[in-house]
């Protein structure tokens, strides 16, 4: 796709490099979520008394449900690092997703300020997300790439974005758990019509 008259052509790295930055950063949540808030969970009440148990439950997640909703949070960024090397990064997809990552590394850093510990992704927000969403920003303006028209709102997808995915994850490793009881169910209703023919 050509640039309009008056752009230059935005480097890839700050297209395709959202993904990779974003990338970057869920390999630490990767390797560090799961079951994170059950080891922390004693500083976390003492630091947020008035944060209810059952919050803390909820983020008692297996490295399955991790997994899943990392790589469908993914699916998203990829294609928002996809639009924007279309769009020169002129797509407002592309360059929501870019806000959202930089503000998500700001989340990071203060959830690690409230609950005065690490918390998984603290590491590679302020090192990888929060750089390169401003350096991607810097590339966007010196290539003549005009603003979108990205609302406050949606700069903050990230947050509902995440509640989705981790209520997709739960809901389809449900319905994987269902699954696997009716097919035991059904192997050994199958094994116990074999077994009196055998004899």
Do not use: K
């Not at 297209?15 to 799961?34: P, Q, R, S």
């Not at 319905?175 to 035991?184: I, L, N, P, V």
């Amino acid at each position: 796709m050509e640039s309009p008259v008056g752009e230059s052509r935005v480097p890839a790295a700050a297209t395709w490099g959202l993904f990779v930055a974003w990338a970057i950063h869920d390999a630490e949540e990767l390797a560090t979520m799961a079951h994170w808030s059950r080891r922390a969970r004693p500083r976390l009440e003492r630091t947020l008394p008035w944060v209810p148990p059952t919050v803390w439950d909820r983020m008692d997640l297996s490295q399955e449900h991790v997994n899943l909703s990392i790589g469908l949070v993914g699916c998203v960024v990829a294609a928002a690092a996809a639009d924007g090397a279309r769009t020169n990064g002129r797509s407002v997809f592309y360059q929501a997703t870019l806000a959202a990552l930089g503000l998500h590394a700001v989340s990071h850093v203060a959830s690690a300020v409230a609950t005065r510990g690490y918390t998984p992704g603290m590491v590679t927000a302020p090192l990888v997300a929060a750089p390169f969403a401003l350096w991607a920003r810097r590339e966007l303006r010196r290539a003549g790439v005009p603003r979108a028209a990205v609302s406050p709102a949606a700069a903050l997808l990230f947050v509902p974005l995440a509640a989705g995915v981790h209520g997709t994850a739960a809901a389809l490793l449900a319905a994987r758990d269902r699954w696997r009881r009716r097919s035991r169910r059904g192997a050994g209703a199958a094994a116990a019509v074999r077994r009196p023919s055998a004899r």
